[in-house]
C-alpha cells in the first residue's frame, strides 16, 4: 500500500464545474504539498500546508491532520487547469531533512470546454 | 529569479554511452534534489544534498549512477553506463532553508533522457 494515495486517478470534467482532488496518507507528516505538472512537463508547487486551509485564486487547498487527509478544490474549472494534480507529503521531521517528498500517483484532470 | 534551471533540456544516447544532467538551484537555496519520475514508477527520490553535502543517497538505483554537488550553485547527475531503463525524466528541484519559506520546493523544468 502506497504511504499516499489520491482519488480520482483521472477526472474529466465541463468548463464551470467545481472540482475536488482527494490525499489520504499513511505517515506522519511535518506538511503536505499540492504540485501541478501540465503536458509539458514541468512542476510547480501549488500549496504547502501543514493544517488548516489556504486559497489563492479559484484554488482552495485544506488538511485534516488527525483524519490524514487533505483535498484540493478548484472554483469555476477552466481548460488550462487540466493538468497531472500530484499530492505530496514531507515525511522527516528532522531540522536537517528538507523537503524530501514521497510522492502520490496523481490525478490527470481534463477540463472540456 | 531565474528559478531551477537544468540541462539539457533533451537527450537521446545510445545504450552504453555516458549521460550528465546539469543542475543549477535558485540562488540561497541549501537543499537541492534528483528525482526521476518514469510512467511505470512515477516520481522518485534519487538523491538529495543539503549545504553541498549529499544527505541521503539511497534513491540511486546502482553504482552506474552518481551525482555531484561541488558548490552551492552547480550540480551534476551522471549515468555511466546508460541503459534503457533509464530513459525518464529527471527532475532537479531545490529548496530554502528550513524555516525561511518553509519548506516550499521549486523544480526545475526536467532533462528528457531516452536512451536507445
Known amino acids: 500500500k502506497n504511504e499516499v494515495e489520491q482519488s480520482p486517478q483521472n477526472l474529466t470534467a465541463q468548463e464551470g464545474e467545481f472540482i475536488t482532488i482527494n490525499c489520504s496518507y499513511s505517515v506522519g507528516i511535518s506538511a503536505l504539498h499540492w504540485l501541478q505538472q501540465h503536458p509539458g512537463g514541468g512542476i510547480v508547487s501549488l500549496f504547502m500546508?501543514?493544517?488548516g486551509k489556504k486559497k489563492h485564486g479559484r484554488l482552495i487547498a485544506t488538511i485534516n491532520i488527525q483524519e490524514k487527509h487533505s483535498s484540493l478544490h478548484i472554483t469555476a474549472s477552466h481548460p488550462r487547469d487540466s493538468a497531472v494534480y500530484i499530492c505530496a507529503v514531507t515525511k522527516d521531521f528532522k531540522e536537517t531533512s528538507g523537503s524530501r517528498l514521497t510522492f502520490g500517483e496523481g490525478t490527470q484532470l481534463t477540463v472540456n470546454p | 529569479d531565474a528559478g531551477v534551471i537544468q540541462s539539457p533540456r533533451h537527450e537521446v544516447t545510445e545504450m552504453g554511452q555516458e549521460v550528465t544532467l546539469r543542475c543549477k538551484p535558485i540562488?540561497?537555496?541549501?537543499?537541492l534534489f534528483w528525482y526521476r519520475q518514469t510512467m511505470m514508477r512515477g516520481l522518485e527520490l534519487l538523491i538529495y544534498?543539503?549545504?553541498?553535502?549529499?544527505?541521503?543517497d539511497s534513491g540511486m538505483p546502482e553504482d552506474r549512477f552518481s551525482a555531484k554537488m561541488p558548490n552551492a550553485s552547480f550540480s551534476t547527475l551522471k549515468i555511466q553506463p546508460s541503459e534503457p531503463r533509464d530513459s525518464a525524466v529527471y527532475f532537479c528541484?531545490?529548496?530554502?532553508?528550513?524555516?525561511?519559506?518553509?519548506?516550499?520546493?521549486?523544480f526545475g523544468e526536467g532533462s528528457w533522457l531516452t536512451v536507445v
Open positions: 528541484a531545490s529548496s530554502p532553508p528550513h524555516g525561511k519559506g518553509g519548506n516550499t520546493i521549486y
Open positions: 540562488s540561497g537555496h541549501d537543499y
Open positions: 500546508l501543514s493544517s
Open positions: 544534498f543539503n549545504n553541498n553535502v549529499p544527505i541521503d
